[in-house]
Nanobody
Framework: QVQLVESGGGLAQPGGALTLSCAAS??????????LRWYRQRPGKEREFIAF????????YYVDPVKGRFTISRDDAKNTLYLQMNSLQPEDTAQYYC?????????YGPGTQVTVSS
């Protein structure tokens, strides 16, 4: 059974940094080329895609609002996806979700809250 569990959210000051983790189970990053994504849902808005990485090769992809500030990465040995977030701004306040497509089915974790405020 595929499970994704995010962690690492919390309160950060503008200009600060946080690193989110997403522990994956029920599938292994090393067995095939999986697509892994981070999404976020800001208050009053729909969930939006922000970053993408494949488990075998390719370059990460970011949407413009986070490009140059956020870095998506993974640790295959730990089967964990990460999102390093730097230069955080109040508009980054959101519930953050990791996503994996496994056997043509979308899976999301329950999310982790990030609040950016002074």
């Amino acid at each position: 059974q595929v499970q994704l569990v995010e962690s690492g959210g919390g309160l950060a000051q503008p200009g600060g940094a946080l690193t989110l983790s997403c522990a994956a189970s029920g599938f292994s990053f090393t067995t095939r080329n999986y697509h892994l994504r981070w999404y976020r849902q800001r208050p009053g808005k729909e969930r939006e895609f922000i970053a993408f990485i494949m488990t075998k090769g390719g370059n990460p992809y970011y949407v413009d609002p986070v490009k140059g500030r956020f870095t998506i990465s993974r640790d295959d040995a730990k089967n964990t996806l990460y999102l390093q977030m730097n230069s955080l701004q109040p508009e980054d306040t959101a519930q953050y979700y990791c996503n994996a497509v496994v056997n043509e089915r979308d899976y999301y974790g329950p999310g982790t809250q990030v609040t950016v405020s002074s």
